[in-house]
C-alpha cells in the first residue's frame, strides 16, 4: 500500500525527540574530554576512555533495531517504546556524569549513557522510512539533521551561556565547575521532554498495514533474533556495504574531533593547557583552562548551526526537488575535511577563525546525518528496516573502537611526533577518504 505523504509538522513532531539525543550527545562530545582531564587522564589516555561509546553501539544497536522491528503495542506502537525506555535512562545518566569523583565512574556513566542514548536512536532512523513514501525520505532525514542541528548548538553553548548567566566557571583541582553540573542537569531536561513530544504526537501503523502478521504472543511472525541479525549482515545490499566504507572514514574523523578538540585547541590555539596539580599560579592556569574549553565547546557548536543552516537549505529544495545525494555528500565531506585541516593552521591571534572551521566541519555533519541513511533507505524492506539501520550502525562504531584503541594517537606518533593539534589534520585527511569513497557508489545507487 502506497504510504501518504506527510506534512511539515508531522515530520517535525515525529523527528523532534531528536533534539534531545543531540543534547546528550553534544554534552558528551563537547565535555566528556574535559571531565576525564580534571579527573586526572592524560592527552594520550582520553581515546581508550571513549571506548565505552562504540562498544556499546556496536551491540545495543542491531539488537534494538531487531526488536523493534518486531515489537507492536496498540497504544505505543512499534518504536516508540524504544523511546521512551532509553529517554528515562539517559536522562538519568546526563544528570549524574559531573558527580563523577574517578576515572572509572566517569567511564561507567559514559557507557550508560551512550547506551541509554542508542535505545533511543536506532528506531528514530527507522521511523522515518516507516511513515514516509521514499519521495519523502530525503526530506524527511534532511529536516531530521536540521533538528540535530539546533541542539547541537544549543547543547554545546551551554556551559557558556550559563556563565554569562551568574553560574561559576571556577574551579579547584580534580573538580569541575558548576557550569558543567547546570549544563548537564538542563540536557537531561530537555532530552526527556522533546522525546515524549514525538511519543505522544506521533502515531504508527499496525503491523498488518505493512504486511507483517502477528503471532499468538503479539510479536511479528518470523522472528529469528541472532541468525536474522547474521542472515541480513551476510546478505546486506551492495550500497550498504559501499556506503560502510564512506561512515567509516567519516565516523573516525569526528571521533578523532571529540576526542582531541578540547586537549588540541585549548593547549595550541588558546594556549591555556589543563594544569598539572602543583603548578606554578595554579590558579590562574585553571581558570585559563576552564574559559579555554567553554570557548572550544561554544566553538564546536558552530558545527552544530551550519549543519542547521545546510539542512534548512536542503529542506527547502528536497521538498519540492530531487537532488543527487551522492554528489551532495561528496561535496559536504570534502568541506568538512578543510575545516578540520584549517585548525592546525591557528594561532591566539587568529582563534576566531575557529568558528568558521567548525562551520566547515558542520557542512560535513549535516550531510552524514542524513545522505548516506537516505540513500539507504530504499535498499532495504520495510519489515527490516529496523535491523538495516541498526546493522548500518555497526560502520559508526567499527571506526571508533578502532580510534579509541590506540588508532588514532598510533597515527598521529607516526605522521606528526605526537603533536597534538594535528589530531585534527587526521581526522580532515579521513573526511577527504570519506569524500573520494561516494565515487565508488552508482549513480542508480544514490
Not at 521511523?127 to 513514501?133: E, F, H, M, Q, S
Request: hydrophobic letters at 50%; a negative charge; aromatic letters at 14%.
Amino acid at each position: 500500500m502506497e504510504k501518504r505523504k506527510l506534512g511539515f509538522w508531522e515530520i517535525w513532531n515525529m523527528s523532534f525527540g531528536f533534539m534531545g539525543i543531540q543534547f546528550g550527545f553534544a554534552l558528551q562530545g563537547g565535555n566528556m574530554s574535559r571531565i576525564f582531564q580534571t579527573l586526572g587522564a592524560s592527552k594520550d589516555e582520553i581515546p581508550m576512555l571513549w571506548i565505552a561509546a562504540p562498544l556499546t553501539g556496536l551491540i545495543v544497536q542491531p539488537i534494538i533495531g531487531y526488536l523493534s522491528d518486531h515489537t507492536w503495542h496498540p497504544r505505543w506502537g512499534r518504536r516508540r517504546p524504544f523511546f521512551l525506555i532509553g529517554a528515562i535512562l539517559s536522562s538519568i545518566a546526563l544528570f549524574f556524569v559531573p558527580y563523577s569523583s574517578e576515572l572509572w565512574m566517569a567511564a561507567g556513566f559514559l557507557w550508560v549513557l551512550d547506551a541509554s542514548i542508542n535505545v533511543s536512536m536506532e528506531p528514530f532512523r527507522a521511523l522515518v522510512a516507516d511513515k514516509l513514501p521514499e519521495s519523502q525520505r530525503s526530506y524527511g532525514f534532511v529536516l531530521q539533521t536540521l533538528i540535530i542541528g539546533i541542539g547541537t548548538w544549543i547543547a554545546s553553548n551551554l556551559p557558556w551561556f550559563v556563565t554569562q548567566l551568574g553560574v561559576s566557571n571556577e574551579a579547584g583541582a580534580g573538580e569541575l565547575p558548576q557550569s558543567v553540573y547546570v549544563s548537564f542537569a538542563i540536557g537531561a531536561l530537555v532530552f526527556l521532554g522533546s522525546i515524549l513530544v514525538t511519543v505522544f504526537t506521533t502515531t504508527e501503523d499496525p503491523p498488518e498495514m505493512r504486511g507483517a502478521q502477528l503471532d499468538s504472543d503479539g510479536e511479528i511472525e518470523n522472528a529469528s533474533g541472532l541468525k536474522e541479525i547474521l542472515a541480513f549482515i551476510t546478505s546486506m545490499p551492495r550500497v550498504m556495504a559501499k556506503l560502510g566504507v564512506v561512515q567509516f572514514f567519516s565516523w573516525f574523523a569526528f571521533f578523532t574531533m571529540w576526542s582531541f578538540a578540547t586537549p588540541a585547541l585549548t593547549e595550541v590555539v588558546f594556549q591555556a593547557p589543563m594544569p598539572a596539580d602543583g603548578d606554578v599560579d595554579y590558579e590562574l592556569k585553571r581558570s585559563a583552562f576552564e574559559w579555554a574549553a567553554n570557548a572550544v565547546s561554544s566553538s564546536m557548536g558552530m558545527y552544530g548551526l551550519s549543519s542547521m543552516a545546510f539542512a534548512l537549505v536542503l529542506s527547502l529544495w528536497t521538498a519540492r526537488r530531487k537532488i543527487n545525494r551522492r554528489w551532495t555528500h561528496l561535496i559536504s565531506l570534502a568541506i568538512g575535511g578543510v575545516g578540520f585541516v584549517s585548525m592546525s593552521w591557528l594561532t591566539p591571534e587568529t582563534s576566531s577563525w575557529l568558528n568558521l572551521s567548525f562551520a566547515c566541519v558542520g557542512v560535513a555533519w549535516g550531510s552524514i546525518l542524513s545522505m548516506p541513511y537516505a540513500m539507504l533507505s530504499g535498499s532495504v524492506s520495510a519489515q527490516k528496516m529496523g535491523i538495516g539501520m541498526g546493522v548500518f550502525n555497526m560502520f559508526i562504531v567499527l571506526p571508533q573502537i578502532i580510534a579509541a584503541l590506540g588508532g588514532i594517537v598510533w597515527l598521529n606518533e607516526l605522521f606528526f611526533e605526537g603533536d597534538v593539534v594535528q589530531t585534527m589534520v587526521l581526522a580532515g585527511v579521513s573526511l577527504f577518504v570519506a569524500s573520494a569513497s561516494n565515487l565508488w557508489i552508482s549513480g542508480s545507487e544514490s
